[in-house]
Structure formats: C-alpha cells, structure tokens
C-alpha cells in the first residue's frame, strides 16, 4: 500500500475525531509496518490549554471555550511541530482540524512539499447544521455553548468551505463528498471503500 496523506473536513460535529481513529485502526491492521500518524488540532488546542502554565496556554484556554478560530501561528506551530517530530515520507498522515482557512491551506502545501507528499486524499463530511448542532449538544463537551457552536458553524462557513474549493482545484488531489447523516458504521463503511483500504 502507498502512504496516505487523508485531510478530514467538515463542521465541528460531523464526527471527523471518530472517523479518523477508525480509518487508523484500519490502516495498522492493513498495514502494519508502516506508521500511521493521526494529527487533529483540536485535540492539540485542548491539551495545550489544560495546562494554563504559560500567558499563551491561559489565553487558549480564555477562548477555546468561545468557539473563535485561534490564530494561524499557533495552529501551524502544533501541527508542525507534530510533522516535525513524527512524519517521513512513507507514513500514512491522517489530518483532522487543518487547514481551516485557505492560508493554512498554503502553509500546509509547503509542509507536504517538504515531507514529499504531492497526493493528497480529502474526505468531505457532508453534514447539515441542524444535526451537528444536535450532535456538539449531545456529547456536552464544556465547550459546546450555543455562541461557540454558532461562532464555529460561521467561521467554517465563512472560512473552511473555501478551503474545499481549493483541493477540488488543485492537481494530485481526489475529493470524497461523503454523507455525514449515515450512522457511524455507515461512514466508516463508505470512507475505507473510497480508499480502497477495508481489511
């Protein structure tokens, strides 16, 4: 199997976390001599800001909670620090929570250009508002407000679903626009089999 380099987008909500744990159980059963690396950016945020030691952890933690989008710097510095300490070129790469904004989108261009990973797979979870909200109340996580959840619908309105236009744009790319309404299983299902990875 040839490494994966697989960008995870959708709302916060269309349930791009479990998605990406599944398809990495896959991949070390399918092929477990190669590393899979898993980076999601929230879950780096959110463990950046329990520690509150430094200004910068207490001012992520200040506004994690609000739903705004943290600034490009910090958001490059965890997933390039994750790239740096764990990713080569024949890693699978499993990327949930960038890029959020075109910007990022061409920052993260550079990385790939450097780790040598010109393909790149983007598994679109199609997920209307009306459930992802219903989803980010139901799991109460202390950050699923009602003003974080619609400051976070806006911004990936606003911000993120550009960055989709872009990787149906650009060369060495497939797009996979993938109903996030399924049950979970059914998503699982559906992403294995438009890799071509299902054990």
Known sequence: MAPLTVIFVGPQGSG????IEKLRTVLVERDPLRRVVDIQTGRRFRALAAKQETFAERKVASTLDTGILQPDFLTHILWGEAMLDQLDPLAHLLIDGFPRTVVQAHVLE?????FERPEVVVINLETPEDVVRARMHDRARADDTDASIENRLRWYHDDTLPVLSYYRDRPQTTVHDIDGQQSMHAVHTTIVEALRVSV
């Open 110 to 114: 550079d990385a790939l250009r450097f």
């Open 16 to 19: 791009k976390g479990t998605q």
